[in-house]
């Protein structure tokens, strides 16, 4: 399969039946080839509206799932972006064409590796991706105007609401490993947080400490 004219009308297609419509981050999604993020036996099924396995156990979201938090997160030319769960990298080469600037990071070395080279020959030049526990954020970058969290979480980790800008966005899926997790926007106002649940979401949890490989 190529991400040929035919292949990336019913991509976009998908993605707007289920919700979609930001023509910027449409635009992003039909730039960037999903293709190139998926290794082996499972690239064939790149181009579908649903997440498949990556490298170290983990998952590359369902198109439509980057599509809807990228879209909740209302990214501008300006912003700074910490994405946290680099899985693939597909995520974060969406929002480095929407963002300033994008820090990526993940506790598994493997996965920032792949990512990276990935980055390097679609030349994105303005992320950044780390090994690193993103549950502490990334202090030496913050503050952020947007945080993307992509493995769900019990509670908004307190480290990375403490690194986003007044009037910064961050959208996290919140709940138990094993069962449904909401998808919340996080708005940092003057004087605290605003907090609005969103759809049902299923992602691989956020681990605490570095993986193994
Ligand atoms: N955004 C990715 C998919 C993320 S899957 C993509 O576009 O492909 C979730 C990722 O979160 C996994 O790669 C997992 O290793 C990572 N992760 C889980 N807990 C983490 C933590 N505490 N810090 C950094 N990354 C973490």
Do not use: W
């Amino acid at each position: 399969m190529t991400f040929d004219a035919d292949s990336k009308m019913q991509f976009v297609f998908a993605l707007r039946s289920k919700g979609v419509t930001d023509t910027a981050v449409l635009s992003a999604m039909e730039k960037i080839d999903r293709g190139l993020f998926i290794k082996g036996y499972f690239a064939e099924r790149a181009y579908e509206d649903m997440p498949l396995p990556i490298a170290c156990g983990q998952t590359i979201s369902q198109p439509s799932v980057v599509g809807l938090m990228t879209q909740a997160l209302q990214v501008g030319p300006r912003d700074k972006v910490l994405e946290v769960g680099t899985g693939s990298g597909y995520q974060a080469a969406i929002l480095s064409q929407l963002a300033r600037r994008v820090y990526t990071v993940d506790r598994h070395r493997r996965l920032v590796t792949q990512a990276r080279r990935v980055f390097d020959t679609l030349e994105l030049a303005n992320i950044t991706a780390f090994t690193a526990d993103g549950s502490f954020g990334l202090p030496d970058q913050a503050p952020f105007d947007r945080i993307l969290v992509t493995a769900a979480a019990e509670d908004p980790p307190g480290p990375l609401l403490a690194q986003l800008k007044i009037g910064g966005i961050m959208v996290v899926p919140v709940g138990q490993s094993d069962a449904v997790q909401h998808l919340i926007r996080v708005i940092r106002t003057e004087t605290g947080f605003d907090y609005e649940e969103m759809r049902p979401v299923r992602f691989v949890p956020l681990v605490e400490g570095l993986g193994k490989d």
